[in-house]
């Protein structure tokens, strides 16, 4: 890490280069009713130390950790080559815009990104008061992998709210013996939606889904939210702004992005 003041470094995190939620939900629901491949990988805080700090790591620590991550450090080479590699693939990245943290990292590891989309970092909290990515992406028989901690439970979850979503593997995300086996369950099984709450290892994961022709969403603390009955995906409101609107009224968000316009599924 150099010295140079964080606000000196290049923005290439510019707000005019953001998709819109809406945008991102249309691309996604297109992509899985076109069977085409599509690839979500969202960048925050987790990403931004492993990527700064996870070289000097390596030769220092025995595992690197950051809220619930978990990264044994002698399969760090491993890792980042996967991982930089997924990101090189993404379709749309999601990262906070004009974030100085982010624009060092990637200027300072040489990662560009001029070849993805950009939406906002927490696109995964807004989807949700949107009644098309519940009736689109949740609602339908997709032939679904769950990868996560707490996938089991959310299994149940999304049993019980969405029963035609065809949830067909589901395993943990604890280190990376854990990514190298979701990414062979996904070359094997071939699905349709891969939903990824693995934290620094989404781009791995995302990638392994676009690789076998799947539509691959980093899908962040979905699971947390939804069954501590905060940001609910929803299925009571109506489609359209105003029914984004009133779902945010009762929907326990932390903050609230409108619905800009209708969606055109």
Wanted: charged share 20%; net charge negative; with cysteine.
């Amino acid at each position: 890490m150099s010295d140079q003041p964080i606000w000196t470094f290049p923005n290439v995190l510019p707000i005019d280069r953001y998709l819109t939620i809406e945008d991102l939900i249309e691309r996604s629901v297109t992509a899985l009713r076109s069977t085409r491949p599509f690839a979500l990988v969202r960048w925050g805080d987790g990403e931004n130390r492993i990527m700064e700090e996870g070289q000097q790591a390596r030769d220092n620590w025995q595992a690197f950790q950051h809220y619930g991550n978990h990264l044994t450090m002698t399969y760090y080479d491993l890792f980042r080559q996967a991982y930089l590699q997924g990101v090189a693939v993404a379709d749309v990245l999601g990262m906070f815009p004009g974030d100085w943290w982010t624009c060092r990292v990637l200027h300072e590891q040489n990662i560009s990104i001029q070849h993805a989309q950009l939406v906002y970092a927490w696109c995964n909290r807004h989807w949700n008061a949107r009644r098309e990515w519940a009736d689109e992406v949740l609602g339908k028989p997709w032939r679904t992998i769950l990868v996560g901690n707490r996938m089991a439970e959310y299994k149940k979850w999304l049993a019980a709210r969405f029963p035609a979503l065809c949830v067909e593997w589901f395993g943990p995300m604890r280190d990376w013996p854990d990514a190298t086996t979701a990414c062979d369950e996904i070359h094997a099984r071939q699905p349709e939606l891969v939903l990824a709450s693995v934290g620094w290892y989404a781009p791995i994961i995302v990638h392994a889904a676009k690789a076998a022709g799947a539509v691959g969403i980093d899908y962040g603390h979905c699971p947390d939210y939804h069954m501590s009955d905060a940001m609910l995906p929803n299925t009571c409101c109506p489609r359209g702004p105003d029914g984004c609107a009133e779902h945010y009224k009762h929907g326990n968000f932390a903050d609230c992005i409108p619905q800009e316009r209708e969606i055109k599924l």
